[in-house]
């Protein structure tokens, strides 16, 4: 049996996160809202309902507090998109799986919180450079990384016929995300596709990967 103070402890603990994921919420609302110049830590403070002093206990600085949205927002949306991507089964239709990866990932990336947050880090590349790494590699990289694996596996199974998993993958990421991800982000929210634009963006996509890399 815990004791009266280990049950206090661990309560402690669940307030600790509660109060940080508040905060986390509250100050990416604000961040994506008014920029990291427009942002105060009052605000955030108020918004998340504690005190200035608590949201300084959790994270440093505002630039602490930017540095850990954009981190958690891009591992988040990429672990949607890659670890509910299961294997392609023996027997299965190639073309419904590549548009069915493809669709995923349009879908994550092509909303507007995440538009958002990729506009307000390519503002701030001169003043955190290391921000642009950290999107690029929890975004862009991993993908073709995965897919990279991905194609390998396919080709090895003679589905494909891969001479560069690499290259392969750059091809299949570029085909499916270069239009509706330009739209997105020079014309803004309203200009993201579709359900439907998104899917007959992947269709064609696939199309034009598996006539180039598919068995004959």
Known sequence: ?????????????????????????AATEVFLKSGYLGTNMDEIAAL?????????KHFASKEALFIEIVSTM???????VHNEM??????????????DYALRQLTVVLTPRIM????????????FPELA?????????RAMATLSSIFQHLGERGLLTIDDPA????HFNWLIMSAPLNQAMLLGDAAIPSQAELRRNAEAGVRVFLAAYGKA
Do not use: C, H, W
Request: aromatic letters at 4%.
């Open 1 to 25: 049996m815990r004791s009266e103070s280990a049950d206090e402890a661990v309560e402690g603990e669940n307030r600790s996160a509660r109060k940080r994921r508040a905060i986390l919420d």
């Open 48 to 56: 998340s309902e504690v005190s200035k002093q608590t949201v300084y």
């Open 74 to 80: 891009t591992t988040g949306a990429g672990d949607i």
């Open 86 to 99: 299961p294997e392609f089964a023996d027997g299965g239709d190639l073309a419904v799986y590549l548009q």
């Open 116 to 127: 958002q947050l990729r506009r307000l880090v390519i503002g701030e590349v001169t003043r």
């Open 133 to 141: 790494n950290v999107l690029y590699e929890r975004g862009p990289a």
């Open 167 to 170: 290259v392969a993958a750059s």
